[in-house]
Nanobody, 124 residues
Framework: QVQLVESGGGLVQAGGSLRLSCAASGHTFRSYAMGWFRQAPGREREFVGG????????YYADSVKGRFTMSRDNAKNTVYLQMNSLKPEDTAVYYC?????????????????WGQGTQVTVSS
């Protein structure tokens, strides 16, 4: 059974930083691409960033490019999202997801497994 468990969310002031973690189990982690999405109240879930399988490269939504960085540790079955220069509009529940697609998936329907989410709140 595949499980994705996010952690690291919390309350931070604008301009601050947080690092989210997503621990995966139940599948061969290095064989899966990973993604981070977020969902604010009343809005659709949106893509934040993705990282390819293996030692793959990361790619980002324009809204977070230059501020957020994804990385993965295949030995620990964990993917990270380092978030710097946070803005109030970054406030959302953040979800990690996994997929065995070889492309660069950015759509929710392209991901097979999801975590429960972790709340990030950025105060102004």
């Amino acid at each position: 059974q595949v499980q994705l468990v996010e952690s690291g969310g919390g309350l931070v002031q604008a301009g601050g930083s947080l690092r989210l973690s997503c621990a995966a189990s139940g599948h061969t982690f290095r064989s899966y691409a990973m993604g981070w999405f977020r969902q604010a109240p009343g809005r659709e879930r949106e893509f934040v960033g993705g990282i390819r399988r293996g030692f793959g490269s990361a790619y980002y939504a324009d809204s977070v490019k230059g501020r957020f960085t994804m990385s993965r540790d295949n030995a620990k079955n964990t993917v990270y999202l380092q978030m710097n220069s946070l803005k109030p509009e970054d406030t959302a529940v953040y979800y990690c997801a996994s997929t065995n697609r070889r492309t660069m998936p950015t759509m929710t329907e392209e991901y097979d497994y999801w975590g429960q989410g972790t709340q990030v709140t950025v105060s102004s």
